[in-house]
């Protein structure tokens, strides 16, 4: 949960994603994207950080950039895939 050069950060696993620009526009004055992200690996909080590090963190996301202007996080799946485990459940 650290990005590389982070001060205290403590080893972690690589991670990686793909991330498309859908749009932007203007919302009470700031600038909003909305991404497709595609994560490439299964790393908690990775898109999270991804986009904080590209310098725009998730609208709402209290923890990470504490946007409180949200009533929630704005981090939605639009699909879901599970993949079934090597026992078959």
Do not use: F, N
């Not at 982070?6 to 972690?12: L, R, V």
């Not at 310098?55 to 949200?70: E, L, P, S």
Request: proline share 4%.
């Amino acid at each position: 949960m650290a990005i590389d050069g982070t001060p205290g950060k403590h080893s972690g696993s690589a991670s990686t994603a793909l991330w498309t620009v859908c749009r932007g526009w203007l919302a009470d004055g700031r600038p909003v994207t909305k991404l497709l992200l595609k994560p490439k690996t299964g790393r908690r909080h990775q898109l999270r950080l991804h986009c904080l590090c590209l310098g725009h963190g998730i609208v709402g996301d209290v923890a990470y950039t504490g946007d409180t202007d949200a009533e929630r996080m704005m981090l939605h799946a639009w699909v879901l895939q599970v993949m079934p485990s090597a026992k078959g459940v």
